[in-house]
């Protein structure tokens, strides 16, 4: 499965943006997929998963309510919407995948896209 991310950019706090990832491959359907996002000097953490079905998700404390994720397998793509961004969550932004179910540590996840960043200004 190769992934590909895009969407990120420049937005004033209070601002929106949607970040995609493509899958590639017969078999993408069948992955979870999760977005991850490390700013400067900080770890990768997870920002939000969905499962394979879609019937399942996760959202980090600090962005429940702000961001939602969604997917449209017949399109092989995950959505990331991130709605009254703040500052703090500048970052590069990548997506993930394992198959079926959502992790919440990078290391469970096979593939990874290469990032975008995302820039919140104040």
């Known amino acids: 499965v190769q992934l590909q991310a895009s969407g990120g950019g420049l937005v004033q706090a209070g601002g929106s943006l949607r970040l995609s990832c493509v899958a590639s491959?017969?078999?993408?359907?069948?992955?979870?997929v999760a977005w991850f996002r490390q700013a400067p000097g900080q770890e990768r953490d997870i920002v939000a998963g969905?499962?394979?079905?879609?019937?399942?998700?996760v959202y980090a404390e600090s962005v429940q309510g702000r961001f939602t994720i969604s997917r449209e397998n017949a399109m092989n793509t995950v959505t990331l919407q991130m709605n009254s961004l703040k500052p703090e969550d500048t970052a590069v932004y990548y997506c993930?995948?394992?198959?079926?179910?959502?992790?919440?540590?990078?290391?469970?996840?096979?593939?990874w896209g290469r990032g975008t960043q995302v820039t919140v200004s104040s």
């Open positions: 993930a995948a394992r198959l079926w179910n959502i992790g919440r540590n990078g290391y469970e996840y096979d593939y």
């Open positions: 491959g017969r078999t993408a359907k069948n992955y979870a």
């Open positions: 969905i499962s394979w079905s879609g019937a399942g998700t």
